[in-house]
């Protein structure tokens, strides 16, 4: 997979006003509270999702 994942919002401040960073690596810096971030993968949870009502997830 090669296209980078895009932020809707910044996890800080909320503002939808964001850019990809110029330092790369996955960056993106948002122009509300002129902070940079990445977004991060950390895995899969070898459980899966359960839902209250004790039913599977679909």
Excluded at 7 to 18: A, H, N, T, V
Excluded at 38 to 57: A, H, I, S, V, Y
């Amino acid at each position: 997979m090669s296209e980078r994942a895009a932020p809707f919002y910044c996890p800080y401040c909320g503002d939808e006003d964001l850019r990809p960073g110029e330092q790369g690596r996955g960056a993106w810096e948002c122009a509300g509270c002129n902070r940079a971030f990445t977004l991060t993968f950390l895995g899969l949870l070898t459980r899966g999702l359960q839902r209250p009502d004790g039913g599977e997830e679909t």
